[in-house]
T-cell receptor
Framework: NAGVTQTPKFQVLKTGQSMTLQCAQD?????MYWYRQDPGMGLRLIYY???????DKGEVPNGYNVSRLNKREFSLRLESAAPSQTSVYFC?????????FGPGTRLTVT | RKEVEQDPGPFNVPEGATVAFNCTYS??????FFWYRQDCRKEPKLLMS???SGNEDGRFTAQLNRASQYISLLIRDSKLSDSATYLC??????????FGQGTTLQVKP
């Protein structure tokens, strides 16, 4: 039982490049979330998916898209990366109110 | 004003000390409250839920004051291993979790 996994762990992009962050959970949870964490800002919700086939915007969705591929997988795509998207990205799945987080992806955009 | 506010610290305390963190929230309709712990460069993990009557888990005590809209976390007999960032989390009436920016605790020998 791996919990929540994320790939890659680290990534450096140039401005304008695109990439997809992958997230998978094996706990059979319905809801999955993408957050970004920046110094002094705490965790901010980018997008979430309450169930397979549905996605909704969170607090800071601009510049991102998501896909809930199936119950297990929820991916986050940056179509044209910007330096302001340099951050640590966490994926999480939820059971009742307990969120289980993946280990994070550290993304730097130069 | 942020929905959930915490003093970022850092709180520097000696081993064995008692330390308390507060957190305020702005949405009076908030339903549920939690403390998460985050170690440096790691993901957050649930430390404990916060119940209206207050609750204790070993050296940790959490309390909720709905009238004043704040929650607190008390750590007794601090250990070196308690050094971490403590995140206050509030579940809104829509079910979304709102995170505070965290309070950093450093326990010194």
């Amino acid at each position: 039982n791996a919990g929540v996994t994320q790939t890659p762990k680290f990534q450096v992009l140039k401005t304008g490049q695109s990439m997809t962050l992958q997230c998978a959970q094996d706990m059979n949870h319905n809801s999955m979330y993408w957050y970004r964490q920046d110094p002094g800002m705490g965790l901010r919700l980018i997008y979430y998916s309450a169930s397979e086939g549905t996605t909704d915007k969170g607090e800071v969705p601009n510049g991102y898209n998501v896909s809930r591929l199936n119950k297990r997988e929820f991916s986050l795509r940056l179509e044209s990366a910007a330096p302001s998207q340099t951050s640590v990205y966490f994926c999480a799945s939820i059971n009742a109110y307990e969120q289980y987080f993946g280990p994070g992806t550290r993304l730097t955009v130069t | 004003r942020k929905e959930v506010e915490q003093d970022p610290g850092p709180f520097n305390v000696p081993e064995g000390a008692t330390v308390a963190f507060n957190c305020t929230y702005s949405n009076s309709a908030s339903q549920s409250f939690f403390w998460y712990r985050q170690d440096c460069r790691k993901e957050p993990k649930l430390l404990m839920s916060v119940y209206s009557s207050g609750n204790e888990d070993g050296r940790f005590t959490a309390q909720l004051n709905r009238a004043s809209q704040y929650i607190s976390l008390l750590i007794r007999d601090s250990k070196l291993s308690d050094s971490a960032t403590y995140l206050c989390v509030v579940a809104s009436n829509t079910g979304k979790l709102i995170f505070g920016q965290g309070t950093t605790l450093q326990v010194k020998p």
